[in-house]
């Protein structure tokens, strides 16, 4: 008879054999608990693909072969090839590379944005906080895809200004929602006695409500990567996101467009990606909600 | 009531006040000369000369700034540089029925569906019909719309060759709309049916349903008659916060099918750099979304007392 911490578990359960598992499983297990597993492991195969991308895609994204324009799906190129002939198999595995990196680092610059003009907001209150809110509330007014494209046509299509784009255009979410909470711990004794003993500002701040943010902002992070994955290829696909010939999945689709009536496989494969990463982030962000805010759960 | 309407209104006017200082700038100072693209090649300095003062170009930022603003006042935001140069409120104008129609029908396409398919998976939860179901908000909420649009024209147009695709100008139009529409109103199904399935599973748990169970009226009536116009309040305030989302997704929805609405003019006038253009039409956007806001929030406070004495 094994006996366990848990005894108890295994008599109630004798094929639930605990104890023999290993602890840092059981911890990674208990941890994950109720985790949307599948869209966890998507997004490591897709961080794989993107930091891999020269390693495990078969060819050259950007190189063309006039001897495969339009190829179906074979055993040469597992999703087929392009009208110029580059394997879509490779593109895609590039084009994780852009957007996971165009997502992830405009996303961290809007939650720093946010982040910064809700601590300041919350812990200065006052006028400072009304004149941050009306700004906030401005941003929220614009027709936000209109405004990213206007800038972006001016600025130039690059990388850098996709980034920069939706960086600045979508910190608002973070400031409302991080705010509440500031104004919420604001209130609380702990924050209450370092008033008392002296805090400055900025210590109380940094040191004492910035921690007691970091669930909601993980959170609000990975529901707006995804967001960020579609507004990046949406600009793409419109002509005005990341310049051709790089492989993004958005220009993709929007090569694929003109070849919908003789090449059924252009469009499908790049979308799919799409899809399934924003669906990830998506089902991760609402599993994290719900563990760290169980009465917020969606019914 | 009507001091909170005026402040609203009043806030209303300053943020739209600001986002024309902020296009404005943002148009003159970052963008290149767009007369460049206005003028064939072999154009002479003097016609270069002209156009600029045509447009007046050649003045100050600031006091072009003035200009803009007078003529604002008077609801003239100056003529366009492409579409036969006229003025940009008419080309706006004229592009505006092309896409109610679109996001009209969407819309209606989205509640119908939504609702009906939310209401119906409350009644039976944790059903195939209800699992089924998440599996079509979670998708509808992770597809970007264009793809929604290629996949429905490569089923509908190209597969079974129901419904004519992008830039058709034939055949009846409703026929043509129907793609379109559906694209653009697939991502507000999953918004409206999570909210109808969440306030009819608490309405459904209610007192006064277990009643009217009790009473013995068939299952169809409790739902729709009694269950269902309880649960109807926020779904109607989702329909008005859709409008902006509904705004950047006719962008992409009229440029996959050619279809002849303001968010194409948006993005033809952008490849064009026509800036008078851009201009009106971020413009009239922000100023339809904020109309809609302040509706919204006149709405509640007429509803809901404790919203106009808060602030």
């Known amino acids: ?284 962000g609402d599993w994290l909600r719900d563990r760290t805010d169980p009465t917020r759960r969606q019914l | 009531m009507g001091r909170y309407i005026i402040t609203r209104i009043l806030q209303g006017v300053i943020t739209l006040w600001l986002i024309s200082v902020a296009v404005f700038f943002i148009l003159r100072l970052g963008g290149g000369n767009p007369i460049d693209y206005m003028l064939p090649e072999d154009a002479t300095p003097e016609d270069y000369q002209l156009m600029t003062e045509s447009y007046g170009f050649d003045k100050p930022i600031i006091e072009q700034y003035w200009i803009y603003n007078l003529n604002l006042m008077q609801g003239d935001l100056g003529n366009a540089m492409a579409f036969d140069r006229r003025p940009t409120v008419e080309v706006v104008w004229e592009r505006l029925p092309a896409s109610l129609h679109l996001g009209g029908t969407a819309l209606v396409i989205a509640i119908v569906l939504g609702v009906t398919v939310g209401a119906v998976s409350a009644s039976k939860p944790d059903s195939l019909f209800d699992r089924l179901g998440k599996i079509l908000a979670i998708s509808a909420q992770s597809m970007p719309i264009f793809w929604v649009g290629i996949l429905l024209i490569l089923l509908f147009s190209v597969y079974l060759g129901w419904l004519p695709s992008a830039g058709a100008v034939d055949g009846l139009a409703i026929k043509r709309l129907i793609l379109p529409a559906t694209s653009l109103g697939f991502f507000l199904i999953a918004s409206h049916m999570r909210i109808t399935r969440s306030t009819m599973l608490e309405v459904l748990e209610s007192d006064y349903i277990k009643m009217v169970r009790a009473k013995g009226l068939p299952p169809r009536m409790v739902l729709w008659k009694h269950a269902f116009k309880n649960a109807s309040i926020p779904v109607f305030t989702l329909f008005f916060v859709n409008f902006a989302g509904l705004i950047s997704g006719a962008v992409i929805t009229e440029t996959i099918f050619s279809w002849p609405g303001v968010g194409r003019l948006l993005v033809d006038s952008l490849i064009q750099r026509d800036y008078p253009t851009t201009q009106a039409v971020i413009f009239f956007s922000a100023a339809f979304v904020l109309c809609v806001n302040i509706f919204v929030d006149v709405m509640y406070a007429w509803l809901d007392p404790r919203i106009r004495v808060a602030r």
């Open chain 1, 1 to 284: 008879m094994l006996r366990g911490a848990d005894n108890e578990l295994i008599l109630r359960r004798p094929w639930r054999i605990t104890a023999v598992i290993p602890k840092p499983v059981r911890r990674v297990n208990s941890a994950l608990r109720g985790a949307p597993k599948l869209s966890l492991l998507f997004i490591v195969f897709a961080l794989l693909c993107a930091a891999f991308a020269p390693v495990i895609a078969p060819y050259d994204p950007i190189k063309t072969d006039f001897s495969a324009i339009l190829e179906t799906p074979s055993s040469a190129h597992w999703m087929g090839a392009d009208n110029q002939g580059r394997d879509i198999l490779s593109r895609t595995i590039y084009g994780a590379r852009i957007s996971v990196r165009i997502a992830v680092i405009a996303v961290f610059l809007a939650a720093s944005v946010g982040t910064l003009v809700a601590l300041v907001a919350g812990v200065f209150r006052g006028w400072v906080d009304t004149v941050l809110m009306r700004i906030t509330d401005g941003f929220m007014a614009l027709p936000y895809l209109m405004v990213a494209l206007m800038v972006v046509s001016l600025m130039g299509a690059s990388i850098t200004n996709v980034i920069l784009v939706i960086g600045l255009l979508r910190w608002m979410g973070f400031a409302r929602v991080i705010r509440g909470e500031v104004l919420r711990l604001m209130e609380s004794d702990f924050v209450r006695l370092a008033r008392v003993a002296g805090a400055s500002r900025s210590r109380i701040m940094f040191r004492h409500i910035f921690p007691n943010v970091i669930n909601t902002l993980l959170v609000l992070l990975t529901l707006e990567i995804g967001l960020a994955v579609i507004t990046e290829s949406s600009l793409s696909f419109l002509g005005l996101g990341v310049p051709r010939p790089e492989p993004s999945w958005g220009s993709m689709l929007r090569d694929a467009q003109q070849y919908i009536y003789i090449a059924w496989w252009s469009p499908v494969f790049a979308g799919l990606a799409i899809t399934m990463l924003v669906m990830s982030c998506n089902l991760v």
